[in-house]
């Protein structure tokens, strides 16, 4: 007689069991309740109607489960057939997904080979314990001389790009993802413009960033939950790649739209709304969407976030919530980049916290000088326009104007030129010196 092993076993219960059926019992908005079918909040349901479509289990009661879905309803109607899917959302991951862009649910959309070879992993992860993570002590290079030398990312480390639309963000990680020393990029668009994508792909990275990125897109007329999820899907990735001991950047475009997606299905799900409109599962989400990033004992995650931060309020929900959870955040200004400043980086209005970590005593010296002499320079400037201003009044004032140029070209920098750390460090040296 030849014994089952427990997991053949497994998997002819599997395959004997019953299945169960819901239904449809309500199409409202955004959601759609089913009776008649057990799974938790999270899983993947299918919708028979006229073509199938997934949903996601967004809250469970009494009356049955409200699930979002995935997809276009239109053709769907009550009495529609439900099954389970047996779990949440998977995604393939691996090596051979550099080079590709896929949709919010881990999708190719570039008409290149399948993946199907690929491992699946839930897109749900936790973040690494908080005493397992290595303490950040290297600069990650990322090709910006504004970036490298006034606000040093470490490898591992979190920062936000806060700003107003139309400002820049997009083409500021663009430089990044081509200059950045990081092994690979994975680029999440989220809530972007449809016509943009292409022209970010093909002109802003280009093929040579292309090549050691995976760019995962959820533009803005997807449904909610993809918009949601492509952000879980592009951190599940990068995860992957940290956990094969990679050092890892990933770029996310905007966190912003992360967290209005979430508003979304948090109001559709009935909960109550709190600061300016979003729910509280927002607030629930970004925590631990974020703290996935880091280090790790195997690789890093460096997380850049862009925060569309609403009228150019500093101080919006999301951007006071992001800024207190990440370890700093460059401010991009909407004076700067009328002016034909790029990147037009507030230097004196960003900061990173892991400078101390990740630079030495010279090079915070260097960088604090310059930092001095615009301080100096934006107290006096409009007595300098108006011509009020007494040389001599002000020692670093007066070499802040001496070194205007020098200064403004240094921190100016065109989306082609990309400039190593120890040349930033250099350059910024010989002109403070």
């Known amino acids: 007689m030849t014994l089952l092993t427990d997991e053949t076993r497994a998997r002819a219960l599997a395959a004997t069991a019953p299945v169960v059926l ?25 919708i028979q109607g006229s073509t199938q479509v997934l949903a996601e289990v967004a809250a469970s009661g009494p009356a049955g489960l409200t699930c979002l879905p995935l997809g276009a309803t239109a053709g769907l109607c009550v009495s529609d057939v439900v099954r389970h899917t047996g779990g949440p959302l998977r995604v393939r991951v691996g090596d051979s997904l550099r080079g590709r862009v896929l949709d919010g649910l881990g999708r190719p959309i570039d008409g290149g080979p399948p993946i199907d070879h690929l491992s699946l992993v839930s897109v749900t992860n936790s973040a690494p314990p908080a005493l397992s993570r290595p303490r950040i002590d290297h600069q990650l290079g990322l090709g910006v001389r504004a970036l490298d030398a006034m606000t040093p990312v470490g490898r591992g480390q979190r920062i936000g790009i806060m700003a107003g639309s139309g400002v820049g963000k997009s083409s500021l990680l663009s430089m990044v993802a081509r200059g950045t020393d990081a092994e690979v990029s994975v680029i999440a668009l989220v809530g972007e413009r449809g ?30 939950v993809e ?5 879980s899907v592009a951190t599940r990735i990068a995860e992957w790649f940290r956990d094969d ?82 370890d700093g955040h460059i401010v991009l200004s909407r004076r700067l980049a009328t002016a034909g400043h790029f990147p037009s980086i507030d230097v004196l209005e960003s900061i990173s916290r892991c400078t101390t970590a990740v630079t030495g005593q010279e090079q915070r010296a260097d960088a604090t000088r310059l930092r001095r ?7 006096v400037r409009e007595l300098v326009e108006i011509g009020a201003y007494v040389p001599g009044a002000d020692p670093d004032a007066d070499v802040a104007l001496a070194r205007r140029a020098g200064i403004d070209s240094f921190l100016r920098q065109d989306m082609d030129d990309q400039t190593s750390l120890a040349d930033t460090w250099r350059l910024l040296g010989e002109l403070v010196a």
């Open 22 to 46: 819901g239904q449809v019992a309500e199409l409202l908005g955004l959601q759609v309740r089913v009776t008649g079918l057990r799974a938790a909040v999270g899983d993947l349901v299918a």
């Open 195 to 224: 016509r943009e994508v292409r022209e970010f792909i093909e002109n802003d990275i280009g093929p040579e960033g292309l090549a050691r990125s995976v760019v995962v897109v959820a533009t803005s007329d997807a449904p909610p």
């Open 227 to 231: 918009r949601l999820r492509a952000a």
């Open 245 to 326: 001991g990679r050092h890892v950047v990933l770029m996310m475009d905007s966190l912003t739209r992360v967290a209005m997606a979430q508003r979304e299905i948090g109001l559709s799900a009935g909960e109550p709304p709190a600061t300016r409109g979003y729910p509280p599962s927002v607030f629930t989400l970004m925590p631990q969407l974020l703290e996935r990033a880091g280090t790790s004992d195997r690789g890093s995650i460096t997380g850049l976030y862009t925060v569309l931060v609403e009228g150019d309020d500093m101080q919006d929900p999301i951007g006071d919530t992001a800024r207190s959870i990440l």
């Open 373 to 379: 002499l615009m301080a100096a320079h934006r107290s």
